[in-house]
């Protein structure tokens, strides 16, 4: 019987219904899909036209075949019961980096496991073999303490602050993209990993190889996409807060920061500035005259970024049409209505691109003619109430099957919209990102996370996975989000040791909801939203404040080495903020540390992660380390206990 067979470059094997199929797809990269009773779909959730690849070789026997692209190689081997297809993939050295489970005779195990929906299409379950010593990065940004996640159980769909990017840097020298967008989980276990879709029609699934984790980020970016070039009113800081509720309360936060001689590159005007969730449009009666309000930032230097949501309320002005025209997602069964937050509202469905057009044109109309050229796509999980993911359809199928590529489509919508009306590189921060996001200008935060310790400290692993995952562009709500009370000592001592980590990340945010709040009414009595309370660095006493504007001039004075680190994301896909593990992979230390990283190949960073703390522990890879405050150096390897008053961060320059 004839097994395999070869289709152009690609090498295909074909038994009982099944159809597999392994492509070269990039720079020593293969792509491998699977399917039963039809054949294989090229759907591009992620993953781009590859780069022509002249260095590939197929050979075929009776009863095995190799594909090999580059410096990997695929092999296809069969069981001699079932004659069942296992795929084992190798480095240029013959070093087996990933094996799917066998058969293992009696047992009939599937490694491409699909089990059928009756009348639908399958859930789909991918086993692989465990691997001894290895360590797994990557994934995306979960709210957990850990930054390997050999050994974990992880969802693989979004939530608030939770973003679930299927793409992993393993230290045994490959990085591994998921390339399926449904609902789902993966378990990498010590025996084995076990990837999960709970909908889908067919395997599909990316894998790459290379000697550092560099090489394998760019490889991975040339596959799905390099972020734009960062413009330049980005790299600096960022001054924002829940909520400034009228426009001359806004003008009088920039006004001051303008006379007090501090920089600002971005205001943020957050949510509910609108009439009715999707409208699209300030509300005239707090902001009258929002081209005005842009043309005085602008002389002050500052640009406006202005909060969009993806909700439009059963009240909106454009809610009948949007509903008439289908541009909403579609609940399965019950109300319609996707979330009850100030009142019900249903997503607009980002996945359909009548209706990304119809958004943008309102807000082009509305923001973007007033000369704003930033937008906060916030709640692009999207954030349904209560997560029932099988309760909601879109344009491109059901939730559980498609549903993590809504935020990528959600930035894709402004960024395309934008670059029509001509803009070169726009950013848009986003709270929620799959694989590709990264290439429509998706600068993805850290959501809706507590003020608290715990909380900060999680946030060093999320901001460290999301760049092993191929987001470079990251950041976070300096403090916290949700319970910092302003006047708290325990709270300001937590907002001084978070604002200084924040001058080395990949962009400086200042965001929270705080305590004490302020209650807004219109002109005739009605409450509307309230506003948190004062969130300025001059908002923190007098000891902070000294310590806020000192840690707000180093990133000025960063700018340019920051701008050079967003040209490296741009054109290698190389993150920001790089874990030890991925800055020095050879040494036995690194895999261990997620307290600690590199900004960049030339700043050591160590955050003071807990309360009271004026010392913490520093380790040193090889070489000679500066402080950047003291002037002292550490020689590396070590590891050292270095002092850290509250207004420092202890930094590290590497000498060479």
């Known amino acids: 019987m004839q097994y395999f067979s070869v289709s152009g470059q690609d090498l295909v094997w074909r038994n009982r219904g099944e159809t597999l199929v392994i492509s070269p797809w990039g720079a020593d990269s293969l792509r491998v899909r699977s399917t039963l009773m039809q054949d294989v779909e090229d759907v591009r959730w992620a993953l781009l036209d590859p780069e022509p690849q002249k260095d590939t070789d197929i050979q075929i026997d009776a009863e095995k075949a190799s594909i090999r692209n580059g410096r990997i190689r695929a092999e296809i081997t069969m069981d001699d019961w079932h004659h069942y297809a296992r795929i084992a993939v190798y480095n240029q050295r013959g070093t087996l980096l990933l094996q799917e489970t066998a058969p293992a005779n009696a047992l009939a195990l599937r490694s491409r496991k699909f089990e059928p929906h009756l009348g639908g299409d399958y859930a789909l379950t991918a086993t692989f073999d465990g691997q001894e010593n290895e360590h797994i990065y990557g994934m995306g940004q979960y709210q957990e303490e850990n930054l390997d996640w050999k050994g974990c159980t992880l969802e693989l769909a979004h939530r608030n602050s939770q973003a679930s990017v299927p793409f992993l840097i393993s230290s045994r020298g490959y990085g591994f ?16 990993t076990t990837w999960h879709a709970e909908s889908t029609k067919q395997l599909d699934w990316w894998i790459t190889c290379g000697d550092t984790p560099e090489e394998i980020s760019c490889h991975y970016a040339r596959a799905t996409g390099f972020a734009p070039m960062m413009p330049e009113y980005s790299l600096g800081f960022w001054q924002c807060k829940l909520r400034y509720w009228n426009q001359e309360q806004l003008l009088n936060v920039a006004r001051e920061y303008h006379r007090r001689n501090l920089k600002v590159d971005v205001i943020v005007c957050d949510f509910f500035h609108w009439p009715k969730m999707g409208d699209y449009r300030f509300d005239p009666e707090f902001f009258p005259d929002p081209a005005a309000m842009v043309r005085e930032l602008e002389d002050m230097g500052i640009k406006l970024m202005v909060s969009i949501w993806p909700q439009v309320a059963l009240t909106s002005e454009n809610y009948d049409e949007m509903l008439q025209q289908g541009l909403l997602v579609r609940a399965e069964y019950g109300e319609q209505v996707g979330m009850r937050f100030v009142e019900d509202s249903m997503f607009y469905d980002a996945t359909n691109p009548r209706a990304r057009k119809y958004v943008w044109e309102k807000v082009q109309k509305n923001y973007f003619d007033h000369g704003i050229r930033i937008f906060w796509l916030d709640e692009a999980e999207p954030e349904y ?167 707000m001039k180093r990133r000025e004075e960063l700018r340019g080495y920051v701008r050079g680190l967003m040209l490296q994301a741009h054109t290698q896909g190389t993150p920001l903020m790089r874990a030890m593990a991925y800055a020095y992979p050879s040494d036995p230390v690194c895999p261990l540390i997620s307290d600690q990283y590199m900004f960049g190949d030339r700043y050591l960073v160590a955050p003071v992660l807990e309360p009271g703390a004026r010392k913490r522990s520093v380790y040193f890879p090889l070489g000679a380390w500066k402080d950047v405050d003291s002037g002292i150096v550490y020689p590396g390897p070590s590891r050292r206990e270095v002092p850290a008053p509250l207004d420092v961060i202890p930094v590290f320059e590497k000498q060479v």
């Open 177 to 192: 993209l998921w390339h399926n967008p449904a609902i789902g989980s993966v378990s990498f276990g010590k025996n084995r």
């Open 385 to 551: 109430g209560t997560y029932e993911f099988k309760n909601y359809r879109y344009h491109l199928g059901s939730n559980l099957q498609v549903g993590n590529i809504y935020p990528q489509m959600y930035a894709r919508g402004f960024y395309d919209g934008m670059r029509e009306r001509g803009m070169e590189n726009p950013v848009n921060l986003i709270r929620c990102a799959w694989a590709g996001s990264q290439r429509y200008g998706a600068l993805v935060w850290s959501g809706d996370i507590m003020s608290r310790w715990e909380d900060f400290r999680r946030q060093i692993c999320a901001g460290l996975s999301m760049g092993m995952a191929g987001i470079p562009w990251w950041t976070t709500d300096i403090g916290g989000f949700h319970g910092g009370n302003i006047e708290s000592p325990e709270f300001r001592e937590l907002l001084i040791r978070w604002f200084q980590w924040g001058c080395y990340c990949p962009v400086m945010r200042l965001h929270g909801d705080r305590r004490p709040g302020e209650q807004v009414y219109r002109s005739d009595g009605t409450e509307v939203l309230p506003s948190g309370g004062d969130n300025e660095i001059w908002s923190y006493g007098e000891e902070a404040y000294p310590i806020l504007v000192k840690y």
